[in-house]
């Protein structure tokens, strides 16, 4: 492969490649095979298609949820969303250029990002290729196992908050008291933990934190980058 010049990335373009690969196979059919490398990363039924004519990410978020999945948002800089490490959508767009396309984050191997489908014949590019070409949107795929009630925040109580404190102290935060009051202590614990995971500390739990708390208790089990 040609080296990579800092700065000028040798990827031409998200436009260019909607040209060469896109167009021919259509953005929903590239959707679709996307979402499809992360589904078998949960083990869950592919998606057969998708109609061009609707807007895409809402039927992925409807074909998600029928396979007890859920599209969580990122919106943030590469480094924060590869540090969640979890595969994801990434939106790709280009100034100058209408639409986006979508393509799976899969992994991170010697230091590059793994896409898929490829783009240009490529599957592995550097993050100074893909970071101009990335809207800063991202979805990440994910499972609510314990069916908790989002978002949550100081002066909340109740089972969900029980069961978040139980996570906390799961994955070393054993100081929070488990009272099913998201009292000011809790949202204390929320917060150191969301540094140690190097998310924003805002002491309330939206999708992002609950991941981390997830793959904080669980994460042998769960998708991942492999990052190396």
Known sequence: APPVVVGKPALS???????????????AKNAVQAFNVLASFWQVPP???????SPILDQLKGGAGKRDLELIH??????ELLRLNSPALLTLSQKGTKGS???????????KLVIHPPLQGRN???KAEITPLWSGQAYIPWRNREKIHLPMAQ??????????????QAAGFR???VNGLYDEATAKTVKEF???RKISATGKVGPITLVQLYKAVNGASLPSLGKD
């Not at 436009?15 to 953005?27: M, W």
């Not at 998606?47 to 004519?53: D, V, W």
């Not at 990122?74 to 480094?79: A, Q, S, T």
């Open 194 to 196: 969301q540094a140690s």
């Open 13 to 27: 373009g998200v436009k260019q490649a909607r040209n060469d690969e896109i167009s021919p196979r259509g953005e």
């Open 175 to 177: 100081s929070v008291e």
């Open 124 to 126: 592995t590019f550097s």
């Open 155 to 168: 002066g909340s109580a109740g089972n969900d908050v029980i069961r978040v404190q139980i996570l906390l």
């Open 47 to 53: 998606l057969r298609q998708l109609n061009e004519r």
């Open 74 to 79: 990122f919106n943030g800089r590469m480094d």
């Open 101 to 111: 396309i979508l393509v799976a984050l899969t992994g991170v191997r010697n230091g």
